[in-house]
């Protein structure tokens, strides 16, 4: 199976700041590499798929790039209703692997 | 407006079956793999299943391989995930998912989950 580690498992930003966070593919997984925003008690939401594609109704500021191994997500200016927690995920073969996930904390 | 509702969690002892269902709505379903994800508490995602539109495929992660079973009847625009064998790390948020059409393995839009929590 393919492993996905992301980086760093949590943060402390402010709004306004410009905010990345990391996840590595144990192989290649060309850009088959998808981010997903989670907010407590709620369901994960789609925000970008194939490492840089923005999911429709996603705001502009979320953008994702890499390819290979390593991918970056970054939120350029962050938002009060940023603050969530963000998962990787691998859809390069099955089991599509999620990463453990980045905190983002005020 | 495309909507999943999952039902069929509880509290089921170890080495128990639990069935969830998911019903779908407000799309065209037999076009869609459709996936099973759960989440444990305070844990991060992981992916459990999917299928093909038409049911002939299906994939699973290694821990569920032959415990879970995962179906669908089109006619009814329902997904389901037949659990045997529950363990104790069974014990999670079990979220249905639509695969982007053409992309599988990306989930557009996910239930509200159900919790199946395993214990004596």
């Known amino acids: 199976d393919i492993q996905m580690t992301q980086s760093p498992s949590s943060l402390s930003a402010s709004v306004g700041d410009r905010v990345t966070i990391t996840c590595r593919a144990s192989?290649?997984?060309?850009?088959?590499l998808n981010w997903y925003q989670q907010k407590p008690g709620k369901a994960p939401n789609l925000l970008i798929y194939t490492a840089s594609t923005l999911q429709s109704g996603v705001p502009s500021r979320f953008r994702g790039s890499g390819s290979g191994t390593d991918f970056t997500l970054t939120i350029t200016s962050l938002q009060p209703e940023d603050f969530a927690t963000y998962y990787c995920q691998q859809s390069y073969s099955s089991p599509f692997t999620f990463g453990g996930g980045t905190k983002v904390e005020i | 407006e495309v909507q999943l509702v999952e039902s069929g969690g509880g509290l089921v002892q170890p080495g128990g079956s639990l069935r969830l269902s998911c019903a779908a709505s407000?799309?065209?379903?037999?076009?869609?793999?459709m996936s099973w994800v759960r989440q444990a508490p305070g844990k991060a995602l992981e992916w459990v299943a999917n299928i093909k539109q038409d049911g002939s495929d299906t994939y699973y992660v290694d821990s569920v391989k032959g415990r879970f079973i995962i179906s669908r009847d089109n006619a009814k625009n329902s997904l389901n995930l037949q659990m045997n064998s529950l363990r104790a790390e069974d014990t999670a948020v079990y979220y249905c998912?639509?695969?982007?059409?053409?992309?599988?393995?990306?989930?557009?839009?996910w239930g509200q989950g159900t919790l199946v929590t395993v214990s004596s």
């Open positions: 998912a639509r695969d982007l059409l053409a992309i599988f393995g990306v989930h557009d839009y």
């Open positions: 407000g799309f065209p379903f037999r076009n869609y793999w």
């Open positions: 192989q290649t997984i060309r850009n088959y």
